[in-house]
T-cell receptor, first 115, second 114 residues
Framework: GAGVSQSPRYKVAKRGQDVALRCDPI?????LFWYQQALGQGPEFLTY????????KSGLPSDRFFAERPEGSVSTLKIQRTQQEDSAVYLC?????????????FGPGTRLLVL | AQSVTQPDIHITVSEGASLELRCNYS??????LFWYVQSPGQGLQLLLK??????LVQGIKGFEAEFKRSQSSFNLRKPSVHWSDAAEYFC????????????FGAGTRLFVKA
């Protein structure tokens, strides 16, 4: 079946622009996660949704970062007034159930470059 | 605070040789532990996980890992490495309420020489 998809795969933004990154999780998956992976680093947790509820957003770096999942399926990560330090790969993952030991299935990521 | 340490930034092994990648974690309770692999152009893929029971866990692609509470370690092993195993390997711990906040280590890059 289809895996997690993300769009766009690549995004170049000028500093100060707003960007929106989309994640389509595996159909029926309850949980959805966003991560930020800087070059040469491991992924860093940003936020977690259980259906449409955002249960943990402790990893969002600043109030310029906002995520939503209004209908409990597709999610959008929005970054306002992008800065160069926002350049990274943004990964989305989903899992079938809402449990910490559940397997997370990752998308290919969106590579964001802020100039 | 919860953390994951992968002491080796990169490791080189010969094809057919055994492999052990080290991982140490810092977490108060019994953790959920994971190993992921990331190949160029491919997404993160789960190799194996531990959350309870037998401390020796078998995963895909011939990998296994052993949870040692006394050493706060979860090292990944493979008896015979194949060239296709060359990739970046990440150890992770499920932290926070419910274990949903996954914390990753910085990764170990595996090189395989012929």
């Amino acid at each position: 079946g289809a895996g997690v998809s993300q769009s766009p795969r690549y995004k170049v933004a000028k500093r100060g622009q707003d960007v929106a990154l989309r994640c389509d999780p595996i159909s029926g998956h309850v949980s959805l996660f966003w991560y930020q992976q800087a070059l040469g680093q491991g992924p860093e947790f940003l936020t977690y949704f259980q259906n449409e509820a955002q249960l943990d957003k402790s990893g969002l770096p600043s109030d310029r970062f906002f995520a939503e999942r209004p209908e409990g399926s597709v999610s959008t990560l929005k970054i306002q007034r992008t800065q160069q330090e926002d350049s990274a790969v943004y990964l989305c993952a989903s899992s079938l159930f809402s449990a910490g030991e559940e397997t997370q299935y990752f998308g290919p990521g969106t590579r964001l470059l802020v100039l | 605070a919860q953390s994951v340490t992968q002491p080796d930034i990169h490791i080189t092994v010969s094809e057919g040789a055994s492999l052990e990648l080290r991982c140490n974690y810092s977490y108060g309770a019994t953790p959920y532990l994971f190993w992921y692999v990331q190949s160029p152009g491919q997404g993160l893929q789960l190799l194996l996980k531990y959350f309870s029971g037998d401390t020796l866990v078998q995963g895909i692609k011939g990998f296994e890992a052993e949870f040692k509470r006394s050493q706060s370690s979860f090292n990944l092993r493979k008896p015979s490495v194949h060239w296709s195993d060359a990739a970046e390997y990440f150890c992770a711990v499920g932290a926070g309420t419910g274990g949903f906040k996954t914390i990753f280590g910085a990764g170990t890059r595996l090189f395989v020489k012929a």
